[in-house]
């Protein structure tokens, strides 16, 4: 899983690693098509409204897609700008990263990757218009970049929007740190950096991702400080700003393509290195790892709940003894809202799920390692109450269906988000052997054993045909366990999956 560091700290190796991608987009031309969707998108649609952090959450993660793709390597993360520490003298202006500041008459770059001659800007039409250009802090409105403290008064703002959704939104987080309300955190940036970081076609200056990398681990911690406090408009806002709105200029692959798509960035496998030191707000009961939550037994027998009050949130957690499929839901009348955290780390989030089972209730299913997990039930809607019903039941019961060793691929399919599935095969003789998946679905295979469904001995992405998954491992004999995932945890999709001698 890629992790996205702070920019300063990235080691000579990820910053050729970063760079050499950056450069590769650019020669095939997939660069300067983001300049195109960011610079032709509607200017409304996409700013200065509460689509503008799920936008550009979308845009910056199809984008570190492209970087991990051209590199072979689905670990390579965006690195972040941490605006305190991003001034003109930190390393990542270094002529081994972005390079640094334009001339002080023309504001032409002429150092780094990215220098005249090297990196040419194109206009939004596509044509190369010339050199990138920069005037750090030469604006007066942002003659300075933002503080730690400045930081800190935007993400204790909430709620996350407010009518009529737009640069008048006051109180509103979404408007705080776009800029137009409080300290102006985002838009500072674009004018401090100046030069090509001002117009729509912005993404022209690597540093746009960086940036705008910034902007959303601010919008990251601030879903974790403020767990009740959900997007907003849910409907009712003009249309492309509702969370179940598509957004203008987004493409629908690989994940579809509206706001309430990148609202996780758990889902989004997005990591960063480190967070905001911060305290829980006191409106919602922190879970204490060992006793917090009710006790489930993770069996399929189903527990009654109530959510009594508006905005209530019910705890539970359950124990899994051996790793396992296993679907959490719940059933009854209540649009439920579930998500599941752990294992043995009641504040790691690791799955949610809205309407993913019959009648609005939520669904979560997935393989599950050894340890104790913590659930938390919420009502979609923070003003409504009513009742539920919750289980845990581990899918497929007990037997995991066997491949057969040079036998008829066995066909199966990820076909909710989160899901992943098991298989097992026997190996009598050492040998080698390949594991492989075929079909259309980008798939991630997990490979466990011998005799042992946790002990991991090997993983892959994209070693296969197109986006399919290929170990090749000389195995003792044993029994082998696989696990069959999809790269996005967003991502559904049929596959065949086959084991043979090679
Ligand atoms: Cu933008």
Request: negative net charge; aromatic residues 10%; charged residues 20%.
């Amino acid at each position: 899983m890629a992790t996205r560091k702070d920019a300063n700290t990235l080691t000579s190796s990820e910053r050729a690693e970063f760079v050499n991608a950056v450069l590769t987009l650019k020669e095939t031309g997939i660069y300067d098509q983001f300049v195109l969707r960011h610079a032709n998108a509607v200017m409304d649609a996409i700013h200065r409204a509460p689509a503008f952090l799920p936008w550009h959450r979308r845009f910056i993660w199809d984008f570190e897609r492209e970087l991990q793709r051209v590199s072979n390597n689905p670990d390579l993360g965006l690195p972040y700008w941490n605006w305190p520490q991003g001034g003109e003298n930190a390393s990542m202006w270094d002529d081994d990263l972005l390079g640094g500041n334009g001339d002080q008459f023309t504001r032409i770059v002429n150092s780094g990757p990215f220098r005249s001659g090297e990196w040419t800007i194109v206009n939004r039409s596509g044509v190369a218009t010339g050199p990138l250009r920069r005037a750090f802090g030469q604006e007066s409105w942002a003659a300075s970049l933002p503080t730690q403290q400045e930081i800190e008064a935007v993400l204790a703002v909430t709620p996350y929007d407010v009518l009529p959704w737009n640069t008048g939104s006051d109180p509103s987080f979404r408007n705080q740190l776009e800029g137009f309300r409080g300290p102006n955190l985002h838009n500072r940036g674009h004018g401090w950096v100046g030069g090509s970081m001002l117009p729509m076609t912005s993404p022209n200056d690597p540093v746009f991702f960086l940036h705008h990398c910034m902007v959303d681990k601010l919008w990251h911690e601030w879903q974790l400080r403020h767990p009740n406090q959900g997007y907003l408009p849910m409907n009712g806002g003009p249309f492309g700003q509702n969370l179940n709105d598509p957004m203008d200029s987004t493409p629908g692959t690989p994940l579809s393509n509206r706001v309430i798509d990148v609202i996780d960035s758990a889902a989004l496998e997005i990591e960063y290195d480190q967070l905001l030191p911060s305290t829980p707000q006191p409106d919602v009961p922190a879970p204490d790892p060992q006793q917090s939550g009710i006790e489930i037994p993770p069996d399929g027998s189903l527990q009654g709940g109530a959510i009594g009050t508006p905005g209530e949130v019910d705890l539970y957690r359950f124990t899994v003894s051996s790793f396992s499929q296993y679907t959490i839901e719940t059933t009854g009348d209540s649009d439920t809202f579930l998500t599941l955290y752990g294992p043995n780390d009641s504040s790691r989030e690791i799955a949610l799920n809205d309407d993913g089972g019959e009648n609005f209730n939520g669904r979560i299913a997935m393989n599950l390692g050894t340890g104790t997990y913590f659930v938390r039930v919420r009502l979609f809607n923070s003003s409504a109450t009513g009742d539920y019903s919750i289980r845990v039941t581990p899918s497929g019961g007990t037997e995991i269906p066997e491949i057969s060793i040079n036998g008829q691929p066995v066909s199966a399919a990820i076909s909710a988000q989160n899901e992943s599935d098991i298989f097992r095969f026997h190996v009598t003789s050492e040998r080698s052997y390949t594991i492989e998946t075929q079909g259309t679905t980008d798939t991630f295979l997990h490979l466990f054993g011998p005799d042992s469904q946790t002990t991991e001995i090997a993983r892959d992405d994209d070693s296969g045909f197109g986006r399919n998954s290929r170990i090749q491992r000389t195995l003792a004999a044993g029994e082998y366990f696989v696990r069959v995932r999809h790269f996005s945890r967003l991502g559904t999709g049929a596959y065949d999956i086959r084991v043979s001698t090679s």
